[in-house]
């Protein structure tokens, strides 16, 4: 079945840097373009990136513009999410998926920015 498995985020003081992966099975992965999501408590969940299946066009939020950039490795089934220069308000739980279907969903990622 579709899977996805967030990891890498933790706790970072303002201005630090994170690299999230997503590890994605059960479905041909380089057929799909894929997007970071993010949910912080209270708030809707909300894009934050997205990379075509071939990586060819990248998408951002005008939030991370500039500060987070997306990739994916094809060979391995992963997307990544480079995060710097991070500020208080990114922190939140970070989900991949794919934004054609969007579902099913990971246990997601949390990444939490604070001093």
């Known amino acids: 079945q579709v899977q996805f498995v967030e990891s890498g985020g933790g706790l970072v003081q303002p201005g630090g840097s994170l690299r999230l992966s997503c590890a994605a099975s059960g479905f041909t992965f380089r057929n799909y373009a894929m997007s970071w999501y993010r949910q912080a408590p209270g708030k809707e969940r909300e894009l934050v990136a997205t990379i075509s299946s071939a990586g060819g066009s990248i998408n951002y939020a005008d939030s991370v513009k500039g500060r987070f950039t997306i990739s994916r490795d094809n060979t391995k089934n992963t997307v990544y999410l480079q995060m710097n220069s991070l500020k208080p308000e990114d922190s939140a739980v970070y989900y991949c998926?794919?934004?054609?279907?969007?579902?099913?969903w990971g246990q997601g990622t949390q990444v939490t920015v604070s001093s």
């Open positions: 998926n794919r934004p054609a279907v969007g579902r099913p």
